[in-house]
């Protein structure tokens, strides 16, 4: 008994502390990426119970979901953006569950509280010349997220001509997906899945929505938007479309 009660405090103390449990296992090639922060970070606009469950129980079942997809198969030796690139190839299995890891990893990289937005950087600049204010865009993210019917995603991402646009996605889907109607590179994600805020906020979602975009990482989606102008996923989505 003694033991026992010492192994369950151990297995307690990643949430306690606001560790994330980046050691979770996984077999294959598909890794649990470690989480960029503590499980009580965002609090008190995630708590640290929903992250620790978003993360270690969804986000970790996507990774070793796709693992299972893939094993023993061609796709095993793709990489992640490449599986997403040539979702419809594929069957549900990979498309969700590799859909699943990519987009989790974006959202916990473009959250912080400490991260504002900033009207001089090069994303910033791009806020403004496209919607008119940061108000403005933040208005468009939530009423995207708030009409998407069922789960899914809220999206900014940079189209193929090099624009920045706002769409949401079915389930596990992404722009970068080949089946995906509105095509780009995403930037900044918001999960609309229950599991991302029902703890807190119950069957509110537009109450989270409201919160959450007071909670993005600016300098990470800066970052994201350079990379995305002209980086490799850019180039494999124009040489997708033939441009």
Known sequence: MKALHIKSILLLLPMLFGMSNAALPQDGPFKLPPLPYGYN????VIDAMTMEIHYSKHHAAYVKNLNAAVKGTPAEKNTLEELLLNAGKYGDAIRNNAGGVWNHTLYWNILSLNNPFNPSTE???AVIATFASADSLNKLLI???ASRFGS???WLYVSTDGKLAVCSTANQDNPLMDVASQKGVPILAIDVWEHAYYLKYQNKRGDYLTAIVKAINWDAVNRNYIEALNGPLMQALKKQAGK
């Open 41 to 44: 970070a965002l609090e008190p």
């Open 152 to 154: 899914g995603w809220a």
């Open 123 to 125: 994303i910033g600049k």
């Open 143 to 145: 009423k995207a997220g």
